[in-house]
């Protein structure tokens, strides 16, 4: 529970039971069968929300389990593994079936050459171009995988993102609803002092038009919070559903002085590294295999013929015929060479590119462990003194107004102080989550952010 969602019920009751005491009896009536309204609303709200309870953890997995941009990087993953035999395969043999020299008359018999002839054709790799195909295509797999790794921490950092703005908007929400309950109070004394001639018209205006305001408020608090579950379905893979749910807090984080823990894990194995490392290799094997082609295979081709026998009846021994053959590579340096020299560029600008994410993760984890230190402190700031000091800013206001030192109006500036205090801690506390969340996306370590994240399964890595 929220730091604000354990004062605020406290400050309700005091404000309810201040404000009836001193109002007189006609409006105190007033004021009670609208309050009643009110929380009997807001008990119907909470009930459908405790209908369904969603936490964190089964967010997670369910993004692990059925979210589609996984589902194509698993399939891209199996598609990659099953090009590796494929790149080191032998090609075919060809049978070849005919016939030799038949004479125009067509008989077989009328020529001793003329025969009927079953022939085999096959290309044998001799100098390792084979393996070095293979070998590419084995560390394109990896690449492959350390990507779907890599989308494993984005979208597990991306649901834990719209998790907390689901949840602080329906925070934000409960206390919008709560300040609007005040305003309803408020709005009915002032009308009630009004009408008995202790009070101003334009105070009960203002009074409107600041209920008015915080409605408007709680829209906006409830928009952004349907927003954010929708697109907390979306990454669960589900359609996105219209109706109430309450979200579990998320858990503590804690964001330590040093920066080691977290400069270490965003450099150390991170997939988009091992990406761009397995990308390299897969280059250089590919280079080698270009240029090994111009070592050329062997053709090797062997035929039986069937001669029969001649025109006189005489039996005809049969004949056989083995030959090799290789490609001359004349044209190497325009053609295999050329390959190999293409490789290596892309090589070198996978080299360039692994660098380059070694300096961008760095430079992440530096930035994003300053911001969460900063907004840290903010948080403890705002709760352990600025809210506590304000609050008790609320409680004199209303002990001076019940003894007649001070007026309505200064109580409801300290109060309305105290609701914006209120959303600026809610909205510290999301961007230490939106810390967190960025934190889970750069490492993938659910112990460095509080986090217990899904194991990612092996074939998927």
């Not at 705002?382 to 001076?400: F, I, K, M, N, Y």
Request: hydrophobic share 45%; no cysteine; aromatic share 6%.
């Amino acid at each position: 529970m929220s730091f604000r969602s354990k004062i605020h019920p406290t400050i309700s009751i005091l404000i309810a039971a201040t404000a009836l005491a001193i109002l007189p009896r006609h409006a105190q009536a007033e004021i009670v069968v609208a309050d009643s309204l009110t929380h009997g609303a807001a008990r119907d709200v909470h009930a459908v929300q405790r209908g369904r309870v969603l936490s964190l953890e089964e967010a997670l997995r369910d993004v692990a389990a059925t979210n589609p941009t996984l589902e194509a990087r698993r399939a891209m993953v199996t598609a990659a593994q099953r090009r590796i035999p494929l790149s080191g395969a032998w090609e075919h043999p060809m049978i070849e079936v005919g016939a030799l020299n038949v004479p125009l008359s067509g008989r077989f018999d009328e020529d001793e050459m003329t025969m009927k002839m079953i022939g085999i054709v096959q290309r044998v790799p001799l100098f390792g171009k084979n393996g070095l195909r293979r070998r590419a295509a084995g560390q394109e797999a990896e690449a492959e995988g350390a990507a779907a790794t890599r989308a494993h921490y984005d979208l597990f950092g991306a649901a834990l993102e719209a998790y907390a703005e689901a949840y602080y908007g329906l925070q934000r929400m409960a206390i919008a609803e709560g300040h609007r309950a005040f305003m309803d109070r408020l709005v009915e004394s002032a009308r009630a002092r009004y009408r008995s001639g202790s009070g101003r018209l334009e105070d009960a205006l203002r009074a409107e038009a600041e209920r008015a305001r915080v409605k408007a408020d709680e829209v906006s608090f409830s928009a952004g919070a349907a927003r954010a579950l929708a697109r907390l379905d979306a990454l669960r893979g589900m359609d996105p559903s219209p109706e109430a749910r309450a979200l579990d807090p998320l858990p503590p984080f804690v964001v330590p002085a040093d920066l080691a823990g977290w400069l270490a894990a965003a450099r150390e194995g991170h997939p988009r590294l091992r990406e761009a490392e397995a990308r390299e290799r897969r280059y250089a094997f590919s280079a080698r295999a270009a240029r090994r082609m111009v070592w050329p295979d062997l053709e090797v081709r062997a035929s039986y013929g069937v001669r029969g026998t001649d025109r006189f009846g005489m039996e005809l021994m049969d004949m056989f015929s083995a030959s090799v053959g290789f490609m001359v590579p004349i044209f190497a340096n325009s053609r295999e060479n050329a390959m190999g020299a293409e490789m290596d560029a892309m090589g070198r600008a996978a080299a360039a590119e692994r660098r380059e994410a070694e300096l961008d993760l760095a430079r992440e984890a530096v930035s994003l462990h300053a911001e969460a230190l900063a907004v840290s402190r903010m948080v403890s700031l705002l709760a352990d003194t600025v809210v506590v000091v304000q609050r008790r800013a609320v409680e004199a206001a209303w002990s001076g107004y019940a003894a007649g030192a001070t007026d309505l109006w200064r109580v409801f500036e300290l109060s309305h102080s105290l609701y914006a205090e209120d959303l600026q801690l809610l909205g510290a506390r999301l961007s230490l989550a939106s810390s967190q969340a960025r934190l889970v996306a750069l490492t993938g370590r659910g112990d460095l952010a509080g986090v217990e994240l899904p194991t990612i399964r092996k074939e998927e890595k």
